[in-house]
Structures are given as structure tokens and as C-alpha cells.
């Protein structure tokens, strides 16, 4: 077994593939408003669609849905199928960083906990060409909570995911890139602890068990496990933060 496949095997089993909860999909999308009876969604970086469905109960529109992990896209599928909302919902393999679409597609770009792989900047940027004008974008991202972060945890997110910035770095980032923000807020803690890493926990610790004789795997499960670590020591300091944007 591979890292890459190590990895997958333990995301395929769990719900949500990042932090989030359904009340905070559901919050950020309230703020949305005057969307067309025929109005087009790409939610980027899906997962297993747990706020893709979630958002199929409120958003009458249709669903297109990208992962670039084929067993995501396929779960997606069967489900849509299985809930009689193919018509609506539609799940593909794509690469955020190459998405096979045009300018000015969507009227919604939906991201929960993935625009990362692209980087922020990156992600508003590049995305802003395909939504519509007055299009919105959803997102959410981490940021520091508190100005003083603790030299452990500054340094643990310097080494996986450098430039985490403020809310208000955030906030002026965004209206750089050329959009206005609607809403935002701060994802609550169970959306972390919860939802997300109570069904983390278990099949890494299983996989540590299994694997311990296997140093070549050890790297994806060590840092699994020190990022459950980091956020229990340092979950005052950072979180992610659910901003609702408009193209201006």
C-alpha cells in the first residue's frame, strides 16, 4: 500500500472529508439572495457531498460537483441517484486547478475546506472568471483567531500551509481579487472536534495499529494525528472562517 492510497482509505470511511457542519452550510448559504429559478452551482472539491447535499435541500438549481478522487465522484453519483436528485446533482473528476469549464458559467461557486490545494489567492482569482457577474462565492478557510499564536502551533501551520492570515488580511485579500463580502463567520469548534475528527480518530488509530511495522506509512498517519493534537491544544487560536462573496 502506498501513502496516497493509505490516505484515501481512510477518508473514503469517514463522513466529511473537513471541518464543516450542516448549520453553517446552511447559514452561508442564507445569504444568498435573488438567484435564478435555473440558476447553475460548482461545488469544487466535494468530497463524499455531504454540503452538496445539504445544499440540494435549499438550492433548487442544479449541482455540478468535482473531486479528483474517482471514488468520491462515484459515491456522489450513487447517491443522487438513490435520493432521485440525478436530474440535479452531477458529480465529476476534475482538477481545481484546470476546471474544463468556460468564463462566466455559474451563478454559485460552493467551496467547503478544499480551496487550500489551489491557495486562496489563487482560488478567488482564478474562480472569479468563471462565476457570472454579481455571481457568488462561498468558502471556507482557515485563519488565525488571535493575533499572538503560540510559537508550536504557528510553527505547525508554517510547515503545512504557510500564509494563514487574519480575518481582516482575509477580508482586504478579497476585495483585492475583486469581490464583496456578503457574509462571515466563524465555523463553530464542533465543526472541527465533532464532525469531522471524532470520525477521524478512530480509523487512523486502526490504521496505526495495523501499519506499525511499516515506517514508509507512518509519515501520513503521524501528521493525521498531530493535526487532531494541534487542534485540541490550539483551537482558540484558529479555525476556519465561512465567507460569502460577491463578484462585484
Not at 469544487?44 to 457531498?49: N, P, Q
Not at 472568471?129 to 488571535?146: M, N, P, R
Not at 480509523?203 to 493535526?227: T, W
Amino acid at each position: 500500500m502506498t501513502q496516497e492510497e493509505l490516505f484515501y482509505s481512510i477518508f473514503e470511511n469517514i463522513p466529511r472529508q473537513g471541518p464543516g457542519t450542516k448549520e453553517s452550510t446552511l447559514k452561508a448559504f442564507s445569504a444568498i439572495k435573488n438567484l435564478p429559478a435555473d440558476a447553475r452551482m460548482l461545488d469544487i472539491g466535494c468530497g463524499k457531498g455531504v454540503p452538496t447535499f445539504d445544499l440540494a435541500e435549499v438550492f433548487h438549481g442544479t449541482i455540478t460537483a468535482i473531486d479528483n478522487h474517482l471514488a468520491f465522484v462515484d459515491f456522489v453519483n450513487r447517491k443522487a441517484k438513490k435520493l432521485g436528485l440525478q436530474n440535479r446533482v452531477a458529480a465529476f473528476v476534475a482538477d481545481m486547478n484546470k476546471l474544463p469549464v468556460g468564463e462566466k458559467q455559474f451563478d454559485v461557486i460552493w467551496s467547503e475546506g478544499s480551496i487550500f490545494i489551489t491557495g486562496f489567492e489563487n482560488g478567488l482569482r482564478n474562480w472569479r472568471k468563471i462565476l457570472k457577474d454579481g455571481g457568488y462565492l462561498a468558502v471556507s478557510e482557515t485563519a488565525w483567531f488571535q493575533d499572538d499564536q503560540p510559537v508550536e502551533i504557528k510553527a505547525f501551520w508554517d510547515r503545512i500551509y504557510p500564509g494563514v492570515m487574519t480575518i481582516p488580511e482575509q477580508e482586504r485579500l478579497i476585495e483585492s481579487c475583486g469581490y464583496q463580502v456578503v457574509s462571515s463567520f466563524k465555523i463553530p469548534k464542533e465543526g472541527w472536534s465533532v464532525d469531522y475528527y471524532s470520525y477521524l480518530d478512530k480509523p487512523v488509530k486502526a490504521a496505526c495499529e495495523k501499519y506499525h511495522n511499516q515506517p514508509e506509512l507512518s509519515g501520513v498517519l503521524d501528521a493525521l494525528q498531530h493535526e487532531m493534537e494541534m487542534y485540541k491544544k490550539y483551537g482558540d487560536y484558529y479555525g476556519y472562517v465561512f465567507s460569502v462573496l460577491k463578484k462585484n
